[in-house]
């Protein structure tokens, strides 16, 4: 049985450079070892990565031992979903990609939250055209 992203179809990798995942394997899979479910692939700004760091979650300093580089904006990470709903809630929400965030992130954040910050891109762009 394949992962499911939010939007009913096959997750997809959220990215790999740097590589995250809860299982460094570049998706937001998540399974019973991820208390803090890893599900949301988030597209890190730098306002979001103030508020974690305000909330006592350091995304920004490297942590080697932990495989974990730091982050810059612009970077795509599987981010928990309590602390991607705290910062929402707190008008600091990351850009989320759709087809990479895992259906379970929806245990946590409603799904229409995550919409309101969704930056994926059309499978037919033409759709974009005014």
């Known amino acids: ?24 394997d570049g998706c937001c899979a998540t399974g019973p070892q991820d208390r803090g479910s890893h599900t949301i692939c988030a597209v890190v700004t730098a306002e979001f990565l103030a508020h974690q760091r305000s909330i006592g979650n350091d995304l920004v300093t490297p942590a080697p031992h932990y495989g974990f580089p730091g982050l810059v904006p612009g970077d795509r990470w599987c981010v928990t979903a309590a602390n991607w709903f705290r910062a929402h809630l707190d008008g600091a929400a990351a850009h989320v990609v759709l087809a990479s965030t895992h259906e379970r992130a929806t245990d946590i954040v409603p799904l229409a939250a995550l919409r309101e910050h969704a930056v994926d891109v059309p499978a037919d762009p033409g759709g974009l055209e005014g």
């Open 1 to 24: 049985m394949t992962d499911r992203n939010v939007l009913g179809g096959e997750l997809e990798p959220c990215g790999t450079d740097p590589m995250t995942g809860f299982y460094r």
